[in-house]
Structures are given as structure tokens and as C-alpha cells.
């Protein structure tokens, strides 16, 4: 069965600062990637995936992450955050052959200060 | 346009009582799932359905029971509450290109 490993709980950055959140999984076979954002009170939302091709993948709202295979991560880097990026951040993986068991990282707090 | 709707969004219950997660999606996609989240663990799967008819376990499923009354409903029961089920829910549904489109949550304190 696959894990995942978000490095970091908590990440407090300054406004148009880079930031970066760092995930690390572990499968012994192929995997989906995603990276879904929480804002408060609210469910979880899409910010991108990696199925296949190449391994660095664009989103929404100016995020980014790249697959490394050999590493097993998937680091997510936005590289001027806002205000409104405060959230919380989860990192997901799935077997390819099994895509409807999703398994989530614990989770990091982004808190953007001005 | 409303995507995934779940009721209610706050209960209280005493331990024993039984109640009733409801959840319904409105763009016709295939796979719905119920998913618990509590501090530092992510969200862990309880149950999921790939189908209309067709239910299967995630890693907690344990003291629920789920329902997927057809192609847009998906319910969640639990029979006899404890207080380590105390936690927000979430529900949630697929597109075929494995994107899930998550409800707002139902919190959920179990006494």
C-alpha cells in the first residue's frame, strides 16, 4: 500500500515571497499525483495532477509541482504568494491500478503574512 | 450547477445514537466517496463506490455502513456512535480524469 509525507506542518512565508511544500510518497508501483488545497471551512479542492508525460505539471492560481521518480517526491512551488494562499495543502497519491483508493499526506498550513 | 451537496453541515450526537450522512452530486459522474478528516491525518478513505450498485471498504471503514442509492446519492450511516467518531466528513465524486470534486463537510461531534 502507498504513504505519503508532507515534510513540513506548518509554512509561514511573508506575501510575494516563493514558498515551497515538499512531499515525498512511497509505492512499489506506478502512481497518480495530485496536490489539492483546503481553504477554511471548506472542502478540498483541485489544484493539479500528474498522470503521465512531462514531470512538471502547471495548476491553478500560479502553482507548480514537479515529479521525481527516482526521489519519489513531489514538491509543490508557487514562486510570489498572496494573502489569499492561506490555506491548508495536501498532497495525494493513488496506484495506477487502483485510482479510486486515494491516500492523503497530513497536510501543511501555509500562513502568508503581509 | 450546485456540484457535490451534503446535509447536515453540523451534529451533535450522544454515544449509541445512529444517524444518517446524506451526499448528492449533480454532474453525473460515476465514483463517490466518503472520506473522514481529523488534525495531522489527512483524509483517510472510509468507503467508496465505483458505481451505481456497487460499495467497497477504504482503510477505515470500521463502524459504518454506506448506501449508494443511485447514480447521484451516497449515504453514510453510522449505527451506533462512538467518540473517536468524532471528525468532519467529507463526500466526495470523480471525473474520469481522476479529478475529485469534494462537499462542503459535515462536522460531526460524537459525546
Known amino acids: 500500500a502507498q504513504s505519503v509525507t508532507q515534510l513540513d506542518s506548518q509554512v509561514p512565508v511573508f506575501e510575494e515571497a516563493p514558498v515551497e511544500l515538499r512531499c515525498n510518497y512511497s509505492s512499489s508501483v506506478s502512481v497518480y499525483l495530485f496536490w489539492y488545497v483546503q481553504y477554511p471551512n471548506q472542502g478540498l479542492q483541485l489544484l493539479l495532477k500528474?498522470?503521465?508525460?512531462?514531470?512538471l505539471v502547471k495548476g491553478i492560481n500560479g502553482f507548480e509541482a514537479e515529479f521525481n521518480k527516482s526521489q519519489t517526491s513531489f514538491h509543490l512551488r508557487k514562486p510570489s504568494v498572496h494573502i489569499s494562499d492561506t490555506a491548508e495543502y495536501f498532497c495525494?497519491?493513488?496506484?495506477?491500478?487502483?485510482?479510486?483508493?486515494?491516500?492523503f499526506g497530513g497536510g501543511t498550513r501555509v500562513l502568508v503574512k503581509p | 450547477n450546485a456540484g457535490v451537496t451534503q446535509t447536515p453541515k453540523f451534529q451533535v450526537l450522544k454515544t449509541g445514537q445512529s444517524m444518517t450522512l446524506q451526499c448528492a452530486q449533480d454532474m453525473n459522474h460515476n465514483s463517490m466517496y466518503w472520506y473522514r478528516q481529523d488534525p495531522g491525518m489527512g483524509l483517510r478513505l472510509i468507503y467508496y463506490s465505483a458505481s451505481e450498485g456497487t460499495t467497497d471498504k477504504g482503510e477505515v471503514p470500521n463502524g459504518y455502513n454506506v448506501s449508494r442509492l443511485n447514480k447521484r446519492e451516497f449515504s453514510l450511516r453510522l449505527e451506533s456512535a462512538a467518540p473517536s467518531q468524532t471528525s468532519v466528513y467529507f463526500c466526495a465524486s470523480t471525473t474520469l480524469s481522476y479529478e475529485q470534486y469534494f462537499g462542503p463537510g459535515t462536522r460531526l461531534t460524537v459525546t
Open positions: 500528474y498522470l503521465s508525460g512531462s514531470t
Open positions: 495525494a497519491v493513488s496506484e495506477r491500478a487502483a485510482v479510486n483508493k486515494l491516500t
